[in-house]
């Protein structure tokens, strides 16, 4: 049981690090195509997600806060906020959203210029 919740957590941590790193390398204005593309990602996140019981809950949540993909500031608060809500029902720390902007970092500055296209 033990070895299960580790990798629990471990997969979490992975996944919410591609989900906020994905928000953090959106497009300030998206383009239609971009933001049907997000929507998309994010169902088949939260159908996809490999621990069942997470995934059924995590669907309630973005059921209740549909996922905003306007541009990358309210994708990246939607992330966090949702993000908090799952922190909320393990009674985990929330995370001061505010703070979001700079946090995750793609590793990818040298092609900071061409933003995602
Ligand atoms: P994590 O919550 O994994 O966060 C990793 C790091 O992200 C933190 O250290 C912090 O630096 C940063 N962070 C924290 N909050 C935010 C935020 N709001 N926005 C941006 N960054 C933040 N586990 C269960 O036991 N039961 C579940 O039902 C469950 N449901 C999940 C659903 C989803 C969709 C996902 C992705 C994970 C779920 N998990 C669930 C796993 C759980 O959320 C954690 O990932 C895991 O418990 C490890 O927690 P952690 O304390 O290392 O930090």
Not at 6 to 19: F, H, I, N, V, Y
Request: proline share 4%; hydrophobic share 30%; aromatic share 10%.
């Amino acid at each position: 049981k033990l070895g299960n919740e580790t990798a629990k957590a471990e997969l979490g941590r992975s996944a919410w690090k591609l989900l906020h790193t994905i928000m953090s390398r959106f497009p300030d204005t998206p383009s239609q195509d971009e933001q049907t593309a997000l929507k998309s990602y994010i169902h088949l996140f939260v159908r996809l997600y490999p621990c069942g019981e997470c995934a059924e809950h995590f669907r309630q949540i973005v059921e209740k806060y549909p996922p905003q993909v306007s541009s990358r500031s309210s994708a990246a608060v939607w992330a966090c906020h949702v993000h908090n809500e799952v922190n909320k029902s393990l009674g985990k720390e929330v995370f001061d959203c505010s703070k979001i902007g700079d946090f995750y970092d793609c590793g990818c500055a040298e092609d900071a210029k061409d933003e995602m296209s």
